[in-house]
Antibody, heavy 119, light 110 residues
Framework: EVQVVQSGAEVKKAGESLKISCQWS????????IAWVRQMPDKGLEWMGI????????RYGPSFQGQVTISVDKSISTAFLQWSSLKASDTGIYYC????????????WGRGSLVTVSS | QSALTQPASVSGSPGQSITISCAGG?????????VSWYQQHPGKAPKLIIS???YRPSGISYRFSGSKSGNTAFLTISGLQSEDEADYYC??????????FGTGTRVTVL
């Protein structure tokens, strides 16, 4: 059974950099994809982007292109979401989720990483 | 890419059926089958309850069902129970190969 474990909560200041992680279990990298989803305080879900661990092919949502970087390290079964310069508006919970091959839904979700950015 | 439109809230009494709509443009829904639904309880991660418009994953109650008509998808919860009180989100894989979530619907059990 596929499982994902996300890194813990982070408290940062505006302008700082940050990299959060999502480690999967099971041999999924050859076919599954890993997506990142943002949820700002008391708001809905927003799709940020998705990466194919097998070849690192990445696609970003229009609102997030150029704002974040999604990457993967297959050797440690981990996907990453990073910011080079955080803003207060980046405050929120960030979920990673797996997408099975040839499907379009997200079947396994991490518990989320809370990111708090002070101005 | 605008979010798909869902009603902000829907309520019902225990045992009743409720339906949540998810409306978008023709390009939002892409292929007919690329719609999924997620349930999110307060403080918890989202959970897949419906995939490919009307497929119920293993372990999901038969009381949840999905459908689609034109550019609107629907989630129906029958036999409403207190544990169904949560936020619900639709999600579509679009013609442009992006994902877009709905605005979310809060379900209240009266």
């Amino acid at each position: 059974e596929v499982q994902v474990v996300q890194s813990g909560a982070e408290v940062k200041k505006a302008g700082e950099s940050l990299k959060i992680s999502c480690q999967w279990s099971g041999d999924i990298y050859t076919s599954y994809l890993i997506a990142w989803v943002r949820q700002m305080p008391d708001k809905g879900l927003e799709w940020m982007g998705i990466i194919y661990p097998s070849d690192s092919d990445t696609r970003y949502g229009p609102s997030f292109q150029g704002q974040v970087t999604i990457s993967v390290d297959k050797s440690i079964s981990t996907a990453f979401l990073q910011w080079s310069s955080l803003k207060a508006s980046d405050t929120g919970i960030y979920y990673c989720a797996t997408r099975p091959p040839t499907r379009t839904h997200f079947n396994v979700w991490g518990r989320g990483s809370l990111v708090t950015v002070s101005s | 890419q605008s979010a798909l439109t869902q009603p902000a809230s829907v309520s019902g009494s225990p045992g009743q059926s409720i339906t949540i709509s998810c409306a978008g443009g023709s390009s939002d829904f892409g292929d007919y089958k690329y719609v999924s639904w997620y349930q999110q309880h307060p403080g918890k991660a989202p959970k897949l309850i419906i995939s490919e418009v009307d497929y119920r994953p293993s372990g999901i109650s038969y009381r949840f069902s999905g459908s689609k008509s034109g550019n609107t998808a629907f989630l129906t919860i029958s036999g409403l129970q207190s544990e169904d009180e949560a936020d619900y989100y639709c999600c579509s894989f679009t013609d442009d190969s992006f994902y877009v979530f709905g605005t979310g619907t809060r379900v209240t059990v009266l």
